[in-house]
């Protein structure tokens, strides 16, 4: 098996509506140096096939991959199984819903070339709702033209901070750096498994943000955060991480007690149940959802 650069890990799972978009915009790259991952989590409609055929006609610079039995363990374990076939120095995330524009690839490498302290860039995201007639907008990501050093982007970002969080899809990080922290926390399936990732990276390196676009984030109905929010599920799936990071950073050497004010303060919002509610009011407003 031959090594690439940039190992991209594209998850999926009943994506047979969009998954061949997906595909194309990776192929689509100015930067050629790349392997292409794509993981079945365990679809029962035709993304397996689509997924399955783009792998045998790429020459092995595709591979199609799945969990034992062809099961649905979720998000998270499926990112982590499409890490476990990465051989790139890099590594970059994308959902099968979403697009990435020509220059993602060869702009951040050379952005993580240029600054070698870094673990992690990401840029400003298009909300794409022109797909079905809507209006985009475009979402900076944490403080564009800035670098945050451990911890503050943990403070400063969603969910702790007001600053908007990183899509995974828009990402591009260093392999060492997501096998250090230990990958995705597999008992996030959906809502917050990036989240929990995220949270890891910010204590462990620095991040810059870029007031670049590149990728179109597709907004639909059918999106694991849209149907958090219809369910009622938000503010559940909230607490569930405040506690989870709460225990995780209680588990650092380092003085984290700004951070653990901050989670504090999180979940005292949302243990109030009219303060819950308008606070996932906000988020959803925020998320565009």
Known sequence: MSVSRVTVVCIFYEAERFIS????????????????????????????????QY???????????????????????????????????????????????????ARQVALLDAQPGLGMVCGTVNY???????????????LPGKVLHPPIAATTLYPLGWAHAPCPS???????????????????TGFYEDQAFFAKIYLAASVKFSHEVWLDYRQHSDSSMSQTFRSG???????????????????SP????KLARAISRARWRLRHPRIGRLWALVERLRAGV
Request: charged share 30%; glycine share 10%.
């Open 170 to 188: 828009d990402v591009m990080l260093l392999r060492s750096l997501v096998e250090r922290v230990g990958g995705f926390e597999e008992r996030f």
């Open 254 to 257: 380092d003085d984290r007690r």
């Open 233 to 251: 599920g938000y503010v559940h799936a909230r607490l569930s991480f405040l506690d989870w990071l709460e225990a995780f950073v209680g588990r």
């Open 128 to 142: 794409w709702q022109s797909w079905l007639g809507g209006t985009d907008r475009l979402v900076p990501t944490g």
């Open 21 to 52: 978009e997906a595909i194309e915009s990776v192929l689509a790259q100015d930067y050629h140096d790349w392997e292409l991952v794509l993981v079945d989590d365990g679809s029962t409609d035709a993304g397996t096939a689509i997924a399955r």
């Open 55 to 105: 792998a045998s006609s790429s020459g092995g610079r595709i591979r199609y991959v799945e969990h034992p039995g062809h099961a649905n363990r979720g998000m998270s374990a499926s990112r982590n199984r499409g890490l476990a076939e990465a051989t790139g120095d890099f590594v970059a995330f994308i959902d099968a819903d979403d697009c990435w524009r020509p220059q993602k690839l």
